[in-house]
């Protein structure tokens, strides 16, 4: 089965703080995403990537950065936490298909 | 892109057949249609996907019209476990910026 991981399933930061949020994925899948997801406004897209060392924005990059340095491995960043960023945040992955594959989640909250 | 538009939500009780369906007016030639189950505290889950026609799997059927300007997802005999937020997406291959509509809330009572 395809696993995509995220690092951590839940957080809290304290505003200016920054946070690393992580996800690998085991199947060698080209492109990975970063959404957000909010009561009401479903999942945003943040940022993505198609292959090592390139980005993408999405709909929503301000406040956010991402890395990634490993085909598996894609890092958003949030260089000074703020509280309009508690949200939950699930990373993706694809070999392009349409179908993506999601992680668990990672709930952060921004006190 | 194509944007997409879901009905909010939607309440049906067990055993029966669920039909959520998606607009997508402005679907372009190369774009396929897949559609996301979501649970709460859980990421989106592929359930099908199609191109035209009908598509059917063990879960779920999908429907396309030949102008393919919409899609309708068919959840036969729902249960209780079916309550969820169903999502479609439209996209072509290799399209990199995969962009979400805000999905429909399914509530199966018993």
């Known amino acids: 089965d395809v696993k995509v991981t995220q690092s951590s399933r839940y957080l809290v930061k304290r505003t200016g703080e920054k946070v690393f949020l992580e996800c690998v994925q085991d199947?060698?899948?080209?492109?990975m995403f970063w959404y957000r997801q909010d009561p009401g406004l479903g999942l945003r897209l943040i940022y993505f990537s198609y292959d090592v060392k390139m980005k993408e924005k999405g709909d929503i990059p301000e406040g956010y950065s991402v890395s990634r340095e490993k085909k598996e491995r894609f890092s958003l960043i949030l260089e000074s936490a703020s509280t309009n960023q508690t949200s939950m945040y699930l990373c993706a992955s694809s070999f392009g298909t349409g179908e993506l594959f999601f992680g668990e989640g990672s709930r952060l909250t921004v006190l | 892109l194509a944007k997409t538009t879901q009905p909010i939500s939607m309440d049906s009780y067990e055993g029966q057949e669920v039909n959520i369906t998606c607009s997508h007016n402005n679907i372009a030639t190369n774009d396929y249609i897949t559609w996301y189950q979501q649970f709460p505290s859980q990421g989106p889950r592929f359930i099908i996907q199609g191109y035209k026609t009908k598509v059917t799997n063990e879960v779920a059927s999908l429907f396309i019209p030949a102008d393919r300007k919409s899609s309708t997802l068919s959840l036969p005999r729902v249960s209780l476990s079916d309550t969820a937020v169903y999502y479609c997406l439209v996209a072509s291959y290799n399209t990199d910026k995969l962009i979400f509509g805000t999905g429909t809330r399914l509530q199966v009572f018993p």
């Open positions: 199947m060698d899948h080209e492109n």
